[in-house]
């Protein structure tokens, strides 16, 4: 049994105040005891200690949302119009001859920035087949790995294996609903209700989506479809993108992960809430891609709710601390005096409940798993503890931990 007492200036759990000289006892990798350090250390007298100083120790950051098979895309785009006009260029690069070696390197250089970032928990877009696979399980990061699905994929339950371990899992993720048919989201549907792994699914990104779904002259039949020779599909109309997969009765009893959702009504608030789904903002993303930015001012009472920094053929890099930033200067003013928690909270709790995995990680809870990073704070002017977190950068990252097992420290 290994068990290990870490202590720290500063602890932030997310789900309780912080804690002033506070310590971890962690055991076989999960947390068994937290409070303040000096109750701890004359409890725990016998146990091996790790004293981290002056700083911050909280629950490691989960980028719930990226490509990292797509990062050698980034070159290859030039300048584009709006979301359509980007799609295109996307498209026409991956029917391009492109080596394996290529795209593992992307993965390869993602996953470091990632770590070196404090992320402990990575969402992927998997759409290779699983190249990014094997290189994840050897990262040492907590991986959800979502496996992108088309219609052309058929009985895809078929082809993949969907495993799951203690830092591994994964889920289908049909692409968006313009992309997917009707019959094949419902298909998608019957496989959660007979496996129950959860799904994940592009939804509600770019204005174009709305018109595609309320049966408008739209982006997506006009240019993409004859684009991947693809005729338009029959569908039933809705006001909204997310009410069309209400429609479809993709939230009944389902634990969804909706990534993006900009485009989004008061009708749609009502509904997020009545059937618990999860949700990932990407602002960046959002913003690089001229679709708007989403509504967070109406989904500060949203528990699943998390952020991730989308891939880099729709973001300028992948360092999270740089995404975390950018959506405190961009809605402080709509989110008030909640706004650093709440930044903090989307990369921590509020993610893992949007992967639902608030059962293992996210915060510094008595029986949750051990992924923690400590960041060096001390440069920081704030007494605010998040606002120290938020103005934090990669070279203040001192330890990564996913499971009670460092990979990696400076």
């Known amino acids: 049994m290994k068990k290990i007492?870490?202590?720290?200036?500063?602890?932030l759990p997310i789900s309780s105040p912080p804690i002033n000289r506070g310590a971890i006892l962690i055991v076989d990798g999960r947390i068994r005891d937290i409070g303040e350090s000096s109750i701890l250390k004359k409890r725990y007298k016998n146990i091996r200690s790790l004293d981290l100083g002056n700083g911050t120790l909280l629950p490691g950051f989960i980028n719930a949302h990226t490509h990292l098979e797509l990062g050698w895309i980034k070159n290859r785009i030039g300048r584009f119009s709006g979301f359509i006009d980007w799609l295109q260029q996307i498209i026409k690069a991956k029917m391009q001859t492109i080596k394996r070696e290529e795209i593992e390197k992307s993965v390869e250089e993602g996953?470091?920035?990632?770590?070196?970032?404090?992320v402990t928990t990575v969402g992927e877009?998997?759409?290779?087949?699983?190249?990014?696979?094997?290189?994840?399980?050897?990262?040492?990061?907590?991986?959800?790995?979502?496996?992108?699905?088309?219609?052309?994929?058929?009985?895809?339950?078929?082809?993949?294996?969907f495993e799951k371990s203690n830092t591994f899992e994964e889920r289908p993720f049909p692409h968006a609903p313009y992309s997917c048919s009707p019959d094949f989201l419902k298909k998608v549907l019957r496989f959660y209700y007979k496996k129950r792994i959860p799904i994940g699914i592009h939804l509600a990104e770019s204005p174009d989506e709305v018109k595609f779904v309320r049966g408008e002259k739209?982006?997506?039949?006009?240019?993409?479809?004859?684009?991947?020779?693809?005729?338009?599909?029959?569908?039933?109309?809705?006001?909204?993108?997310?009410?069309?997969?209400?429609?479809?009765?993709?939230?009944?009893?389902?634990m969804v992960t909706v990534v993006h959702m900009v485009q989004v009504l008061p009708e749609d608030i009502e509904e997020i809430n009545k059937r618990d789904i999860g949700?990932?903002?990407?602002?960046?993303?959002?913003?690089?891609?001229?679709?708007?930015?989403?509504?967070?001012?109406?989904?500060?009472?949203?528990?699943?709710?998390?952020?991730?920094?989308?891939?880099?053929?729709?973001n300028i890099n992948l360092d999270f601390f740089e995404e975390l930033r950018f959506f405190y200067l961009t809605f402080t003013k709509s989110l008030g005096e909640k706004a650093s928690f709440f930044t903090i909270y989307l990369a921590t709790l509020g993610?893992?409940?949007?992967?639902?995995?608030?059962?293992?990680?996210?915060?510094?809870?008595?029986?949750?798993?051990?992924?923690?990073?400590?960041?060096?704070?001390?440069?920081?002017?704030?007494?605010?503890?998040?606002?120290?977190?938020?103005?934090?950068?990669?070279?203040?990252?001192?330890?990564?931990?996913?499971?009670?097992?460092?990979?990696?420290?400076?």
């Open 5 to 11: 007492l870490i202590s720290s200036e500063t602890v």
């Open 125 to 161: 877009i998997s759409s290779y087949g699983g190249l990014d696979k094997p290189l994840l399980k050897r990262s040492g990061l907590r991986t959800v790995l979502f496996s992108e699905l088309f219609d052309w994929h058929g009985n895809f339950w078929e082809i993949f294996s």
């Open 351 to 410: 993610g893992a409940k949007g992967l639902f995995l608030e059962d293992r990680i996210g915060s510094i809870e008595k029986g949750k798993e051990a992924d923690l990073i400590f960041l060096d704070t001390r440069n920081s002017s704030s007494s605010d503890p998040y606002l120290a977190v938020i103005s934090a950068c990669k070279n203040d990252v001192k330890l990564v931990m996913v499971r009670g097992k460092v990979i990696y420290q400076r």
């Open 111 to 118: 996953i470091g920035e990632l770590v070196k970032s404090g």
């Open 218 to 254: 739209n982006g997506f039949e006009k240019k993409i479809l004859p684009m991947i020779g693809r005729e338009p599909f029959l569908r039933e109309k809705a006001i909204s993108p997310l009410q069309y997969l209400s429609k479809l009765k993709f939230f009944e009893k389902t």
């Open 279 to 314: 949700i990932v903002l990407c602002p960046r993303s959002n913003l690089f891609l001229k679709v708007g930015a989403p509504p967070v001012k109406h989904y500060i009472n949203i528990e699943r709710i998390g952020i991730g920094t989308d891939g880099l053929s729709s």
